[in-house]
């Protein structure tokens, strides 16, 4: 059987019939091409995945596509609007916040979602808000600075 | 222009990784291609009496299921190599299809390719393999016993090989006349790199031209092509194109040839069609190559000055079920080389014995034998200045090498080149601000609580690997020199064609700073192509820290043979001699005569409109190199860890974290740093939480992110760096690598400290990971 | 990775979800999928049809009314995290959703959906047994409550039947004078509980009226402390020590990463911090 399913990716609409059992994270990757959200586990620990759903960060591994029926979804590839890089985005460059990139667009997006509850947090609350997104290059240290940028240029 | 070579240039890798364009193998579609999921073996140890594939192939939508026949049917040679002998090395035949015995839990049986890769799963779990389950033996030192069930036949007693380096009787005699000896029993636990994207490959073959390219997640594809062409696939090196494209991280596990990648290219040839494999975490656990997993007694002797007279190490080294790529050099040639560490010690000996076990393979991991072997020296040193007395820094001072005995001759092989291990030290004992801390742990020991321990590490690592003559008389079948292809362009701006494949180091920032600095012209102006065995003459790829020190090098040899090519091309243009000719901020001057001169970019059009050039002027303006150090380059520094440690539960809190490392000179700090950071945080993580355990069944119980502690970001702490510079003497760039730096020095500075913290309650040692239950159990024994 | 194929059905209703379980043989409710999909990807669950009840707003909120809380079982961890309404009148229930997993996880895990999996590393259900807290569940053949003390019957396993559907927890506010705190000793690799202690002490002029320490993760369900010694004392450390050590568990549970003997240590070890954290804010 499938599922039809008409949700907003990146602001734009999107309408489709998916297999029940169909990860929203390959729904994204494979149906839409939306190659930025990445799966680093299968146990929901890793967060390379993360995307905002309705604005809250969500693990795309761990959400049926069907379940993303009716909703706004953003990934890294909607995050620059009309060109200009998000300021998470120049601070992770601007700081060196990432080496191979992988769990980068899942912890942009995180940090995303914390800087909205969250405009000016201190190194643990960073700490704190970060703990769903693993990086095994940076030792985090440069990640915790790249966020701090990005809420100094945000605030 | 303003130097470019040690300043923080933003990278240039960075702005398609941050907005999701960048392009990782899993990323990748082929129009037609297919699916395979690998059928993998749940025994450690079994005879497979029979596979019934029907269930699987009835499955609408699946394309094919493979085994060890259809290998054999392909009439290729479909195996996995090892690619470094060491003498007497037992070198059982590792299929790349299991055909009538598995070895290890993952040890793959049958492939499925499918439609869709939920279908070949689905597909994957049809297959019916009928198993009789063996005994099996996953501990290295069970292993070694007299009843130990046998991995290959072909190695008797589950040995692998024997070796030895150093002297055994100066070692004894130095511990029959020791005024000071201690001694130590511990395990270097066996780690899963887990760099965070799995395994994955894209082969496409196509028949009419019997060519087959392969996307996959290499660290170094011309060596996986090698591989993957001579032993697994016997086609035509020609006729196979690798290519990495983006890399999720490596730390090694993407250095050596698996199985996998080799089946998936055989699934392409066989359907001709694109196929693509991508890991799963739990099977990326279960295939790519482990690290460390020693067992080892080791012992240090001192005459009652604190010098240090002798040194033995014993060590029993996994090396799974079969023999990766390069397994049996780190447990010998980049582990027991380094027993000197930063001392003078007048004699060294070190065995070690490679054991087969029914696990995966070990390998290369970040560090590779270094680290294991600065745990040893270093965790001695520790208890030498607990026995002598004179504390963690004295005991290390006492033996350092002194800074004039430099180029310094280990009792284990290696030449160090240079070296000042006393500043590192002095720094290091400045950030920390080690007295008022000793002040702090008093008191603490004094009111009773959580205690506080500060823990030294003063370690040294041989990297840019590697010398290809030195590594060639100690058994490697290779050398390990890179290769380098710069070409100038028409209007100035440069192509750079490396042998070293960038996954995630920032290759193309820090190679086009090399060449803007060399050359006098902008980075910007700088292209970096690597990762392409059909774009790339041939490389040996990244690992070892050695993309700086000798790919870099490779490429400043290049620029430099470009630069006398452009003085000739100046010489002609100006009716000046070569010999005259200076080239200075991107001008080609005629000594002396400053008002005679050319820019890059006049030289660099008129190589390529040569049309009145003498006979023995060719035009064109580029050049190949082939670099291969004289040396190791040697890398060193002082780290201190400083920990709190709550006794009542065993709990440890990491305070401070510093740093100080010789690195020699640095082309980008920005990237520089990022190199410590991740390395010190995979070496806090082996030392704190990081742990493939392996149940008596062989069954790898920590196979997934809930069970294996991978350091998270609120267990980990702002890192304190600081560096001293010792320029290389023997490479172009006086560059010496930084990668593993970290992953080196970090294990044995957080054990130290913890150690430091209980010795109130006579602790010696606890092994690696220290888990809050270890802890506790320790203190309260 | 891959789950196994089901049929999906999305109730409309409590009423609707309740007539998909009883046509659907071994169907399984799937409210946020945080406990389901990760057995499902390992397919280590592979039910042939999957009832999403995610979007019953009935099931969704929290409010207070005569001196009880309610929480919707499809209220995510992250709402009952910042909920306002605990926070003034159950606050260590927030606590405890805070601690749940990391940020991305609270946003789409349930209350309903953990403790209908009942894990025994899981934050909310020791604290739902300190409270007293009530569990309530509708069938078609209706409602009923069950104490959160009988909720949890064993590993992953609950007093939920399988045509019932838990619509939502109540438990009583903390009067004044209580305070309550839930610590944790996070798994490195998991970020389950290894030990989560939830305690709470009223105090009334100076002296110990009540007190109550429940200790999750040693045992498959969460594990009650008699702390009744704490009563009438003035909660010094070492009436708080004497009573956290009385916790014992029989066959305590354990792993590579913590013993069933060492947890029970901690558990004792937390148990009189919680109490102490409990005590500085009576």
């Not at chain 2, 080892?296 to 014993?314: K, S």
């Not at chain 2, 470009?562 to 000739?568: A, D, H, Y």
């Not at chain 2, 990237?671 to 008596?696: K, P, R, S, T």
């Not at chain 3, 939502?168 to 690799?189: I, N, Q, R, S, W």
Request: net charge negative; charged share 20%; hydrophobic share 40%.
């Amino acid at each position: 059987m499938t599922v039809s399913i008409q949700l907003e990716v990146n602001g734009k609409p999107v309408q489709a019939a998916v297999e029940p059992r169909r990860l929203l994270v390959h729904f994204l990757r494979e149906e839409l091409g939306l190659t930025g959200a990445n799966i680093g586990c299968e146990t929901s620990l890793c967060g390379a995945c993360t995307v905002l759903v309705d604005g809250n960060a969500v693990k795309s591994c761990t959400m049926l596509a069907a379940q993303a029926d009716g909703a706004s979804v953003t990934t890294i590839e909607g995050l620059a609007q009309n060109g200009e890089l998000h300021p998470l985005q120049e601070g992770f460059w601007e700081k060196h916040g990432l080496q191979c990139g992988y769990c980068t667009p899942g912890m942009i997006l995180s940090a995303n979602y914390l800087l909205a509850q969250n405009p000016s947090p201190n190194d643990e609350e960073i700490r704190e808000g970060l703990k769903g997104n693993i990086c095994r290059c940076t030792g985090y240290h440069n990640i915790v600075e790249a966020v701090k940028y990005a809420a100094e240029r945000m605030s | 222009m303003a130097r470019v070579l040690g300043t923080s240039i933003k990278r240039r890798e960075d702005p398609a990784l941050i907005t999701g364009r960048g392009k990782y193998t899993d990323d990748l579609k082929a129009e037609g291609m297919a699916h395979a999921a690998i059928v993998r073996s749940p025994y450690a140890h079994a005879r497979i009496r029979g596979i019934d594939t029907s269930g699987a192939e009835a499955l609408p939508g699946v394309l094919a299921v493979l085994t060890a026949r259809d290998v054999a049917a392909a009439g290729i040679p479909g195996v996995v190599p090892v690619g470094w002998l060491l003498p007497d090395l037992k070198t059982p035949a590792h299929p790349m299809i299991a055909a009538d015995t598995v070895r290890h839990v993952g040890d793959a049986v049958a492939v499925v390719v499918a439609a869709d890769r939920y279908l070949a799963r689905d597909a994957a779990e049809r297959v019916a393999v009928d198993y009789e389950p063996l005994d099996a033996v996953a501990d290295v030192v069970a292993a070694l016993e007299d009843d130990a069930p046998a991995v290959h036949e072909e190695a008797p007693g589950n040995v692998a090989f024997d070796w030895e380096i150093g002297e055994r009787e100066s070692v004894d005699a130095a511990f029959a006349s020791a005024a000071h000896t201690v001694e130590l029993d511990l395990r270097n636990n066996r780690l899963i790199p887990h760099a965070i994207e799995p395994r994955a490959v894209l082969a496409s073959y196509d028949s009419s031209t019997g060519e087959m390219t392969i996307h996959m997640t290499s660290q170094n594809p011309h060596v996986h092509r090698l591989l993957m062409t001579l032993a697994s696939l016997g086609m035509p090196e020609h006729k196979v194109r690798i290519v990495a494209p983006e890399v999720g991280g490596g730390f090694g596990s993407k250095i050596h040839h698996y199985a996998d990648e080799a089946i998936v290219g055989l699934c392409s040839m066989k359907l001709d069609r694109p196929v693509k494999w991508t890991a799963t975490r739990t099977e990326t656990n279960l295939t790519d190559a482990h690290g460390r997993d020693h067992s080892t007694r080791c012992a240090l002797a001192l005459d009652a000055d604190g010098r240090i007279t002798g040194l033995r190490v014993d060590t029993a080294a996994a090396m799974g079920a079969y023999l990766s790529t390069f397994a049996p050099a780190v447990p010998t040639y980049l582990y027991g080389t380094l027993m000197s560490g930063q001392y003078d010690i007048p004699a060294i000996h070190c065995h070690v014995t490679g054991v087969f076990t029914h696990t995966t393979p070990v390998d290369a991991y970040r560090g590779a034998g270094r680290p294991e072997a600065t745990y040893v020296v270093e965790r001695l040193m520790h208890l030498a200045g607990e026995a002598t007395g004179l504390g963690p820094v004295e005991v290390r001072r006492r033996n350092f090498v002194s800074p004039d005995a430099f180029p310094y001759q280990t009792q284990v092989a290696l030449a160090y080149d240079s070296g000042n291990y006393g500043p590192a030290m002095d720094r290091a004992l400045e950030m920390i601000g080690y007295d008022d801390l000793r002040s702090q742990q008093a008191s603490r020991r004094d009111n009773g609580g959580k205690q506080i321990g500060i823990g030294f590490s003063s370690y040294i690592e041989a990297c840019g690997l590697a010398p290809s003559a030195v590594v060639g008389s100690l058994g490697a079948q290779a050398g390990q020199w890179e290769s380098a292809d710069v070409r100038v362009h028409p209007t100035a701006s440069v192509t750079v064609y490396t042998g070293s494949s960038s996954h995630g180091q920032g290759h193309e920032t820090t190679f086009s700073q090399i060449v803007a600095d060399r050359l006098g012209i902008e980075p910007e102006a700088v292209e970096v192509i690597h990762g392409d065995t059909d774009l790339v003459q041939f490389g040996m790829g990244t690992y070892g820290s050695r993309s700086a020190a000798v790919g870099g090098s490779a490429i400043a040899r290049s620029v430099d043979k470009i630069i006398e090519k452009g003085k000739k091309i100046a010489a002609h243009l100006l009716e000046a001699s070569a010999d005259d000719l200076e080239y200075e901020d991107g001008n080609f001057r005629v000594a002396g005569s400053p008002d005679r001169s050319l820019g890059l970019g006049d030289v660099a059009l008129q190589a390529y409109l040569a049309h009145n050039y003498p006979d023995d002027l060719e035009p064109g303006l580029s050049a190949t190199s082939f670099y291969d150090p004289a040396n190791f380059t040697y890398p060193f520094g002082t780290h201190v860890c400083v920990v709190e440690v709550d006794t009542e539960t065993g709990s440890i809190e990491l305070l401070r974290y510093a740093a100080v490392d010789d690195v020699g000179n640095v082309i980008n700090p920005m990237i520089v740093d990022g190199q410590l950071h991740g390395g010190l945080a995979q070496g806090i993580g082996q030392a704190l939480w990081e742990n493939a355990v392996y149940d008596d069944s062989g069954q790898l119980v920590s196979g997934s992110l809930m069970d294996y502690a991978v350091p998270k970001i609120h267990n980990l702490i702002p890192f304190e760096l600081d560096r001293t510079t010792t320029p290389c003497p023997h490479n172009p760039l006086g560059v010496k690598g930084v990668g593993e730096a970290g992953a080196i020095a970090s294990p044995a500075a957080v054990v130290n400290a913890v150690v430091d913290a209980l010795s109130p309650f006579g602790i010696s040692h606890i092994d690696m990971p220290l888990t809050p239950e270890k802890v506790w159990r320790a203190v309260n024994s | 990775m891959y789950p196994a194929q089901f049929d999906y059905r999305r109730a409309g209703s409590v009423d609707e979800a309740l007539s998909l379980l009883q046509e659907n043989e071994d169907a399984k409710l799937m409210a946020g999928g945080h406990s389901l999909i990760p057995m499902m990807k390992l397919r280590l669950a592979q039910p042939p049809v999957v009832i999403d009840i995610g979007r019953l707003d009935e099931l969704k909120g929290i409010s207070e009314a005569g001196g009880s809380v309610r929480v919707g079982s499809l209220t995510t961890h992250a709402d009952i995290a910042a909920s306002d309404v605990l926070a003034a009148h159950c606050p260590v229930l927030a606590e405890a959703a805070g601690h749940i997993g990391d940020a991305q996880v609270r946003n789409r895990g349930t209350i309903g959906g953990n403790i209908a999996h009942a894990d025994p590393g899981s934050d909310i259900p020791p604290v739902l047994v300190l409270l007293g807290a009530s569990v309530h569940l509708q069938s078609p053949s209706g409602t009923r409550s069950v104490a959160a003390g009988d909720f949890f019957q064993d590993l992953l396993m609950t007093d939920v039947g399988e045509d019932e559907i838990l619509t939502h927890v109540d438990a009583p506010a903390l009067g004044a004078g209580t305070g309550a705190a839930y610590l944790k000793f996070e798994h490195p690799a998991s970020g389950y509980a290894v030990v989560g202690a939830a305690a709470a002490v009223t105090v009334q002029g100076g002296r110990c009226t009540g007190a109550g320490l429940v200790v999750g993760g040693v045992s498959a369900t969460p594990t009650t402390v008699d702390v009744s010694s704490l009563v009438g004392t003035d909660l010094s450390d070492d009436a708080i020590a004497a009573a956290a050590s009385g916790l014992d568990a029989e066959d305590p549970i354990g792993d590579i990463f913590a013993s069933g003997d060492y947890r029970v240590h901690v558990g004792k070890v937390y148990g009189k911090r919680a109490l102490a954290a409990a005590r500085d804010r009576a």
